[in-house]
């Protein structure tokens, strides 16, 4: 598995964001609860020790280097320091003794920090005040900082407290989703559906049973209560293992509001890595937008996730689509989605069904190549696109595979209808399709694009990351 230790991570990367430093936290807390039931003391849990796969989407994180470890006595007081010099407890320095877990909890303080800020940390500067604790984190993150570096040991919380009591920081964030973006997510596609990963999408039906079973959301599971009503988490899922982790009730609308899908994911944020997203409008909203998506299916095989039915990922909510042209042909997808207009662009369209469909149908005959000039299609595109928006028709924009040519249009479509900057549109695409990726003439012909619709080109291609 590729992986690289938190140190070099963060030089390539820079300091983190609270949300990527929150993944690698969580996972490091529940690691060491896990050494300290084992009766072992690490004693140097530092950046350098810390390794991080690079090869999934949610950072997974690995402690090594146990030379110094050491099994441990329920309050074992040590006076040798063993570990980096430069991360000493304030005990050490005071008293020249030290314990594990007052020191464990130290150390993940030490850690989050060297995360955070762009400049390493010595405990006998922070401990004197020369070094000192970002004021433009959270408030949760700061929080969560002055308590595991509290320079008194009986002070710090312990592991245990860190992990259920005291942290709102270590929390996923729950935030609403609207449906389209759990539309986009149920329908995402590598060689098969992304639905037959065990880790990709954990969805949770909140509602009461006797609903769940009458119809759902595909691939969605159910969840228990207490005699208190209180939310357990999901049996069948490995929660902290997921890159999606999206929870529904019937019709919650705010996170202010009271009701069963906030609860659900506030019980959900506590073991998840990633955010803890909320439908917005819930099973009633989705299933009125989606209704082919609905099912009263409760258990599927590999094979049965294999062979879902998906539909092309929706940009602009009921009225761009995007897909391959094996979606753009299937007649039961364009009734599903209602589609109006297509746009093909590709070598070898059939416009046959499309027509007999009462099916607006432009094509552009192209192919995916460096040398393709897609940039003088564009207006013409984009006339046509808009022509249909405006009327509130749907529109399906269809390429050979759905990655390069079809994405291509589509981000000339927003910079043209939205006046975004092409670095916008990309980002905003890259939401509803991870996997699409323009090729480079695609991409410099954007970049003239952009130049023809705002004036000038806001985005440097030779200074970003594509």
């Given at each position: 598995?590729?992986?690289?230790?938190?140190?070099?991570?963060i030089?390539?990367n820079?300091?983190?964001?609270?949300?990527e430093?929150?993944?690698?936290?969580?996972?490091?807390?529940?690691?060491?609860?896990?050494?300290?039931?084992?009766?072992?003391?690490?004693?140097?849990?530092?950046?350098?020790?810390?390794?991080?796969?690079?090869?999934?989407?949610?950072?997974r994180v690995?402690l090594?280097?146990?030379?110094?470890?050491?099994?441990?006595?329920?309050?074992?007081r040590y006076r040798?320091?063993?570990?980096?010099?430069?991360?000493?407890?304030?005990?050490?320095?005071?008293s020249?003794?030290y314990?594990?877990?007052?020191?464990t909890?130290?150390?993940?303080?030490v850690?989050l920090?060297?995360?955070?800020?762009?400049?390493?940390f010595?405990?006998?500067?922070?401990?004197s005040k020369?070094?000192?604790i970002?004021k433009?984190?959270s408030?949760d993150?700061?929080?969560?900082?002055?308590?595991?570096?509290?320079?008194?040991?009986?002070?710090?919380?312990?592991?245990?407290?860190?992990?259920?009591?005291l942290?709102?920081?270590?929390m996923?964030?729950?935030?609403?989703c609207?449906?389209?973006?759990?539309?986009?997510?149920?329908?995402q596609?590598?060689?098969?559906?992304?639905?037959?990963?065990?880790n990709?999408?954990c969805?949770?039906?909140a509602r009461?049973?006797?609903?769940?079973?009458?119809?759902?959301?595909?691939?969605?599971?159910?969840?228990?209560?207490?005699?208190?009503?209180?939310f357990?988490?999901?049996?069948?899922?490995?929660?902290?293992?997921?890159?999606?982790?999206v929870?529904?009730?019937?019709?919650?609308?705010?996170?202010?509001?009271?009701g069963?899908?906030?609860?659900?994911?506030?019980?959900?944020?506590?073991?998840?890595?990633?955010p803890?997203?909320?439908v917005?409008g819930?099973?009633?909203?989705?299933?009125?937008?989606y209704?082919f998506?609905?099912?009263?299916?409760i258990l599927?095989?590999i094979?049965?996730?294999?062979?879902?039915?998906i539909?092309?990922?929706?940009t602009?909510?009921g009225?761009?689509?995007?897909?391959?042209?094996?979606q753009?042909?299937?007649?039961?997808?364009?009734?599903?989605?209602?589609?109006?207009?297509?746009?093909t662009?590709?070598?070898?369209?059939?416009?046959?069904?499309?027509?007999?469909m009462?099916?607006?149908?432009?094509?552009?005959?192209?192919?995916d190549?460096?040398?393709?000039?897609?940039?003088?299609?564009?207006?013409?595109?984009?006339?046509?696109?808009?022509?249909h928006?405006?009327?509130?028709?749907?529109?399906l924009i269809?390429s050979?595979?759905?990655?390069?040519?079809?994405?291509?249009?589509?981000i000339?479509?927003?910079m043209?209808?939205?006046?975004?900057?092409?670095?916008?549109?990309?980002?905003?695409?890259?939401?509803?399709?991870?996997?699409?990726?323009?090729?480079?003439g695609?991409?410099?012909?954007?970049?003239?694009?952009?130049l023809?619709?705002?004036?000038?080109?806001?985005?440097d291609?030779?200074?970003?990351?594509?």
């Open positions: 598995m590729p992986a690289e230790d938190l140190s070099n991570y030089v390539k820079g300091s983190l964001e609270e949300e430093a929150k993944v690698i936290l969580k996972q490091l807390v529940d690691a060491a609860i896990h050494l300290k039931e084992k009766s072992i003391f690490h004693r140097d849990i530092k950046v350098e020790n810390i390794l991080i796969e690079t090869s999934t989407d949610v950072p690995r090594i280097d146990f030379g110094l470890s050491c099994f441990v006595k329920t309050k074992s040798v320091f063993y570990g980096t010099s430069a991360h000493v407890p304030p005990e050490w320095l005071n020249h003794s314990t594990a877990g007052p020191t909890v130290w150390q993940m303080g850690v920090f060297e995360t955070l800020h762009k400049k390493e010595t405990s006998t500067r922070f401990v020369r070094l000192r970002s433009r984190l408030q993150c700061q929080d969560f900082l002055e308590q595991c570096l509290t320079h008194h040991p009986e002070q710090r919380p312990t592991l245990e407290q860190l992990q259920r009591l942290s709102p920081f270590l996923a964030t729950i935030t609403l609207e449906p389209l973006e759990l539309y986009n997510l149920l329908n596609f590598r060689s098969v559906p992304r639905l037959a990963e065990i990709y999408l969805l949770i039906d009461e049973t006797q609903d769940y079973r009458t119809s759902h959301i595909i691939t969605a599971k159910t969840v228990k209560t207490d005699s208190d009503g209180k357990h988490l999901p049996e069948v899922v490995e929660v902290n293992t997921m890159q999606y982790v929870v529904y009730d019937s019709k919650t609308s705010s996170l202010d509001e009271p069963r899908a906030v609860d659900c994911a506030n019980v959900l944020a506590k073991a998840s890595l990633s803890v997203h909320v917005k819930g099973f009633q909203r989705f299933s009125a937008l209704p998506l609905r099912t009263a299916k599927y095989t094979t049965d996730l294999e062979n879902l039915k539909y092309p990922v929706e602009i909510t009225l761009l689509y995007m897909g391959d042209q094996k753009s042909m299937d007649t039961s997808i364009l009734k599903d989605l209602k589609i109006s207009a297509v746009v662009i590709s070598h070898l369209p059939q416009t046959d069904s499309l027509e007999s009462g099916i607006n149908h432009l094509n552009i005959a192209l192919s190549s460096l040398e393709s000039d897609l940039y003088s299609s564009f207006q013409k595109i984009c006339s046509f696109i808009g022509l928006v405006r009327a509130r028709s749907r529109v269809s050979r595979q759905g990655r390069s040519r079809c994405s291509a249009v589509t000339a479509f927003l043209h209808n939205f006046k975004y900057t092409l670095e916008t549109s990309w980002k905003y695409m890259l939401k509803c399709k991870p996997t699409m990726m323009p090729n480079r695609f991409m410099q012909q954007l970049s003239d694009w952009e023809h619709i705002l004036g000038r080109k806001r985005t291609l030779s200074k970003w990351s594509y």
